[in-house]
C-alpha cells in the first residue's frame, strides 16, 4: 500500500512557477513510476507528466519546455516544476504511482488527492 501526498499548489499570475511535491509512505517508493495528472473544471483528467523508476520522462506536449518531473527516492518523493504558466494550466494536480510507466491514467494503482493550482491572467 503506497499513500500519496501533494503540496506546493496556490494562486500564480501568468508566467510565474510554482513547484509541485508528492510525498509517498513506504520503503518501496523506487519500486514505482510516478505520474502527474491535472483536472480543470468541466473537463476530464489528463496526463502531465511521468517518470520511471529509471528516471525516464515523458510529458504531454502542452508542459513540454515549460514543467520537469524528477524524484528524490532518498525522500520518497517526486516533483513537478512548472515554471511559465499559463491561465490554461489551472487545475487540481493530482500525483499516481504504479509499477508500469504509463501516460493512461486507467492503470495507476495508487493517488494523493490532489492540489489545486490556479493561475490567473
Known amino acids: 500500500q503506497v499513500q500519496l501526498v501533494e503540496s506546493g499548489g496556490g494562486l500564480v499570475q501568468a508566467g510565474g512557477s510554482l513547484r509541485l511535491s508528492c510525498a509517498a509512505s513506504?520503503?518501496?517508493?523506487?519500486?514505482?513510476?510516478m505520474g502527474w495528472f491535472r483536472q480543470a473544471p468541466g473537463k476530464e483528467r489528463e496526463f502531465v507528466a511521468v517518470i520511471s523508476r529509471s528516471g525516464d520522462s515523458a510529458y504531454t506536449g502542452s508542459v513540454m519546455g515549460r514543467f520537469t518531473i524528477s524524484r528524490d527516492n532518498a525522500k520518497n518523493t517526486v516533483y513537478l516544476q512548472m515554471n511559465s504558466l499559463k491561465p490554461e494550466d489551472t487545475a487540481v494536480y493530482y500525483c499516481?504511482?504504479?509499477?508500469?510507466?504509463?501516460?493512461?491514467?486507467?492503470?495507476?494503482?495508487?493517488w494523493g488527492q490532489g492540489t489545486q493550482v490556479t493561475v490567473s491572467s
Open positions: 513506504g520503503r518501496t517508493f523506487n519500486r514505482y513510476a
Open positions: 499516481a504511482a504504479d509499477e508500469r510507466a504509463t501516460t493512461n491514467s486507467n492503470f495507476y494503482t495508487y
